[in-house]
């Protein structure tokens, strides 16, 4: 590996940044493990328990939120808009909780009314609901601050 090439690697997973283009890497390697633990928890709980998979949906997204949330404020966002960790959560709960209205409407319209099997509806979903929620939670939580 070269050297160019290690440091890079090193400012996209290491340092903290500002970068807007860096921090969309990050946080869509957040949002892929977020994603494993709601398809993951969406699956067990339809399948294995036999939730019906609305009531799934939502009990893995808030999985798969409490897991971004994590992973967002330690990695992907170094700039904070707001101090108290409480507050910043429950702004995030929100954007989350539009976020998982946008994703059950959209699993809804795929499965139910288009006749798309649930799995792959969820997988519409999600790549909709990413670009929503990084676009707001970066606008509203972890703006950079005018000088």
Not at 22 to 43: E, H, K, N, P, W
Request: hydrophobic share 55%; net charge positive; charged share 15%.
């Amino acid at each position: 590996m070269t050297r160019t090439m290690k440091a890079w690697i090193d400012k996209v997973l290491k340092a903290p940044t500002g970068n807007l283009f860096i921090q969309l890497i990050r946080y869509g390697f957040v949002g892929g493990v977020a994603f494993l633990v709601d398809y993951s928890t969406l699956i067990l709980f339809t399948e294995v328990f036999g939730l019906h998979y609305l009531l799934s949906a939502t009990i893995a997204f808030t999985l798969g939120l409490i897991t971004n949330y994590l992973l967002s404020v330690s990695w992907v966002f170094n700039k904070r808009t707001v101090s108290d960790w409480r507050t910043e959560f429950l702004i995030f709960t929100i954007i989350g909780i539009i976020g998982l209205g946008l994703n059950n409407l959209i699993m809804f319209l795929c499965t139910d009314k288009a006749l798309i099997h649930y799995s792959v509806s969820k997988i519409i979903a999600t790549v909709i609901v990413f670009f929503w929620n990084f676009l707001a939670r970066k606008a509203i939580l972890f703006k950079e601050h005018s000088k």
